[in-house]
């Protein structure tokens, strides 16, 4: 499975993916989640220590190909799954974790960094790896690059006018990229208004509906995982019945 969170800034987006890339770790797929967001927040939701390394410059090389183009590879005896055991960091429930880096140092390094990131992503077989991403907020970023792994979009939705505004644009850009499928998650809801509120204000399916939770607020505060503080919460239950909707139509396919 390769899904990839998009929505407004505080929409939902890192406390949702980290619980759902460690649910679908627990049925026994091998999950990368992938931070591309230079904010942090995938890092506390999944129970990985926050740290900024990302991939290091020096994982790719530089190439010419036969036009006498300037291209970039990863650097010769990595191959994607071994960048991923060396640069990534293992969660509780075994997810690998892989950052982007944040937004820091020399900018040459960086966009070797990105180049790195993009040429291990790109490269991975879906056989052997689920993959879950985060992507940064907004609108435009999300996918000119970093959301092209995606197979489903799940584009997150606050009950709110702004959020369901920014999720409509986020489907129009999603409808129009690689993406074959995008549908919606509905968050913070309390009731069943909320959802359809989400449904008519994105125009989408809605593939989910996480409750508000305030044990997630508490979480946040301590500045630990959800799953590590309370399994037995309702977005933990309700990230946990999206994750086996998905994976069951996913089957079917
Ligand atoms: N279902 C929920 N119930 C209560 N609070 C939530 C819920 N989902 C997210 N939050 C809170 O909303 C804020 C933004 O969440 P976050 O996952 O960081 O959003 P994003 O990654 O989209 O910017 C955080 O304080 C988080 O704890
Ligand atoms: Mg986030």
């Known amino acids: 499975m390769r899904v990839a969170f998009v929505g407004k800034g505080g929409a939902g987006k890192s406390s949702i993916a980290g619980v759902f890339a460690r649910m679908l770790a627990r049925q026994g797929a091998r999950v990368l989640a992938l931070d591309s967001d230079p904010m942090p927040g995938l890092a506390y939701s999944l129970g990985v220590p926050s740290q900024d390394a ?31 055991e ?4 293992v969660s509780p429930d ?10 820091r140092g020399v900018k040459g390094e960086n966009s070797l960094s990105h180049q790195a990131y993009q040429l291990i992503v790109d490269s991975l077989s879906s056989d052997d790896w689920s993959v879950v991403g985060d ?41 129009h990229s690689s993406a074959p499928r995008v549908l919606a998650v509905a968050n913070k809801t309390r ?9 008519r ?46 994976s069951a139509e996913e089957a079917l396919r």
């Open 86 to 89: 060396r640069y990534s960091t």
């Open 135 to 175: 992507l940064p907020g907004g609108t435009r970023q999300a996918f000119f690059g970093w959301g092209r792994f995606a197979q489903t979009v799940l584009v997150v939705a606050e009950p709110t006018p702004a959020s369901v505004l920014t999720a409509r644009r986020l489907a129009r850009l999603a409808l």
């Open 54 to 84: 990302g991939i290091p410059a020096d994982a790719v090389e530089e190439y010419e190909d036969d036009d006498g183009r300037r291209r970039y590879r990863l650097r010769s005896g990595l191959d994607p799954s071994a960048a991923i």
């Open 201 to 246: 204000g994105t125009g989408l399916p809605v593939a989910g509906s996480v409750p508000y939770d305030e044990t997630q607020r508490d979480a946040d505060r301590r500045g630990v995982a959800l799953l590590d503080l309370d399994a037995d919460t309702p977005l933990v239950a309700a990230v946990a019945s999206l994750v086996s909707s998905l």
């Open 191 to 199: 009731g069943e208004a909320d959802v359809r509120y989400v449904e």
């Open 94 to 103: 075994g997810v690998r974790f892989l950052q982007l880096g944040k937004a």
